[in-house]
């Protein structure tokens, strides 16, 4: 999607501090951290939101979650703990119409979530 800020960053046409790159993911730093550890995981697909995900993505979206949980705990955070949040529209917060897996460590995280 040409317009899509995500895309452009897989796209290397704006710039991020990459920590994953593979065939069909990317992973960055959050440029607005809200955690001490705060990466965004991303398909390289252009999924707008998880409404949009289809059966065909099953693998994608497992494959986001396991490069999560691999950098969390390549940094550290596999016992500690580490939250995994990814946002569905406005109410929810969503900001990004790129389907991203928020990786956030480092702090005590608070339930319920604000
Ligand atoms: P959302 O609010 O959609 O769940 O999350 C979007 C996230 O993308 C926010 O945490 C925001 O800080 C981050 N973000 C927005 N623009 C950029 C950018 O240009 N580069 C990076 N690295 N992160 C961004
Ligand atoms: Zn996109």
Redesign the pocket.
């Known amino acids: 999607m040409t317009d899509c800020?995500?895309c452009k960053?897989v796209q290397r046409k704006?710039p991020?501090?990459i920590v994953h790159e593979d065939e069909k993911a990317l992973a960055?730093?959050?440029?607005?951290?809200?955690a001490p550890l705060?990466v965004?995981v991303i398909p390289k697909k252009h999924i707008s939101t998880s409404l949009e995900a289809a059966p065909d993505d099953n693998e994608l979206i497992g494959h986001l979650l396991r490069i999560a949980a691999g950098i969390a705990r390549e940094r550290g955070f596999a016992e500690r703990g580490f939250r995994l949040?990814?946002?569905t529209n406005p109410e929810?917060?969503?900001?990004?119409?790129h389907i991203?897996l928020?990786l956030l460590g480092g702090r005590k995280m608070h339930w319920p979530p604000g």
């Open positions: 800020l995500f960053i704006l991020a501090r960055f730093e959050d440029v607005n951290p809200q705060h965004l949040v990814m946002n929810a917060g969503q900001t990004v119409y991203h928020h």
